[in-house]
Structure formats: C-alpha cells, structure tokens
C-alpha cells in the first residue's frame, strides 16, 4: 500500500527563522508531488506541484525539492511569517491508490 | 475564474440524526468532484469521488452516502449520523481526476454529540 510519512509531526519556529519540512514516500511510479497549505479550519491550498524528472520547485518563500532515488521530498520555507503558521500536507499522485495524502506537519510560527 | 462553495460551515449534530452537506463549484463545467473527511491528527481520507451526474463511486465503506444532481453539485448525506462521523469534511473538484490539481472547498466542521 502507497504510503507518505512526513516529519516533523508538529514544529516551532521564531518569526523570521527558516524551516524544512520532510516527506517521504513509497509511492512508485508517480505522476506528480504537491505540497498543500491548510490554515486551522480551511480547505488546503497549492503550493507547490512537481512530477517525478522536477527536482526543484518555488512559490515565493517556499521551496520543495524531490529525491526520486531517495523518495524523499521537502519544503523549505524562508524567512518565517506569522502568516506561515498552518499544516503543510505532502501528496502524492500515482500507482492504484490515486491520491495518497500525509497527515501533515503542523508549523507553529512564534513572534 | 472557479470558485468552490460548501455549506454549512460549522455544524453540531446528534448522533442518529441526519446530514445533508452541499457543495456547489462555480466557474467550470464536468468537474471531477470529491468528498474527504479529515479527523483531528490524521491525513485526509477520500470518501467518494464522482466524473458526472448521477455518478459515484465510494472508496470506503461508511455510514456515509452522496449525490450528484447537477453537474457543480455535490452533496453528502447519512440517514443516521455516528459519533465517529464527526470531523472536518472537504470537498474538492479537479478537472482530470488523474492528471490535475484538486482545488478545495472552505470545508464543513461536522461534530456529532
């Protein structure tokens, strides 16, 4: 079965400080990995998408890189806001399960 | 541009009453739509999806069930709600279920006393 473990489970960072957000995966082949923003209690929102020959992709701030030897990705966010606190999902599309979500790192941004 | 409505917001129910959420997406025709639910400190779960009227598929067995009237409505229901259906429940629509990004909805907070 597809799996997409991310880590940390929960952190925080002062404001302004950066951050790396982990996802690993056991999905193979894939089609596209997307990293989601979602505010406490609102739908998740796109960052980032990337398929599987992308190693690197930015959205202002963010930045997600992909491993595919590794099956490794992560989303690195410069330069913290308070507007950055939220749960950022790893997901993944590909194989016979579809869609595979992770559960999400929840980032706590401390003024 | 596409914009996606759910409704209610909020909503607090007891339990072996019924439910009807509604989702409606503006802006694009034939949409893929979607239903999740996810429960505090866990991943989104896909509950039904549907590529036309009339057209659904489940993807876990539950006290759950959905309906598409019109092709930008989606609405999920249950005759008889459990205290394990409380959670935030999300609708999504893409324009290929395969191939491209899934836009979500506000989303319901769903708690069953």
């Known amino acids: 079965k597809n799996q997409v473990e991310q880590s940390p489970q929960s952190l925080i960072i002062l404001e302004g400080k950066n951050c790396t957000l982990q996802?690993?995966?056991?999905?193979?082949?894939?089609?596209?990995l997307r990293w989601y923003k979602q505010d406490t209690g609102r739908g998740p929102v796109s960052l980032t998408i990337?398929?599987?020959?992308?190693n690197t992709k930015s959205n202002g701030r963010y930045t997600a890189t992909l491993d595919a030897d590794t099956k490794q990705s992560s989303l690195h966010i410069t330069a913290s806001q308070l507007s950055d606190s939220a749960s950022y999902i790893c997901v993944l599309q590909g194989g016979a399960d579809g869609l595979t979500f992770g559960k999400g790192t929840h980032l706590i941004i401390q003024p | 541009s596409q914009t996606i409505h759910q409704w209610p917001a909020t909503l607090v129910q007891p339990v072996g009453s019924p439910l009807s959420l509604e989702c409606t997406v503006e802006g694009t025709s034939n949409p893929n739509l979607y239903w999740y639910r996810q429960a505090a400190g866990r991943g989104l779960q896909l509950l039904f999806y549907s590529v036309g009227i009339g057209q659904i598929s489940s993807e876990v067995p539950q006290n759950l069930s959905a309906s598409r009237p019109q092709d930008r409505q989606f609405i999920l229901s249950s005759k008889k709600l459990l205290l394990s259906d409380s959670g935030f429940y999300l609708c999504?629509?893409?324009?290929?279920?395969?191939?491209?990004?899934?836009?979500f909805g506000p989303g319901t907070r769903l708690t069953v006393l």
């Open positions: 996802c690993n995966y056991t999905v193979s082949p894939f089609s596209n």
């Open positions: 999504a629509w893409s324009s290929d279920r395969d191939y491209n990004e899934q836009f």
């Open positions: 990337m398929t599987f020959s992308e």
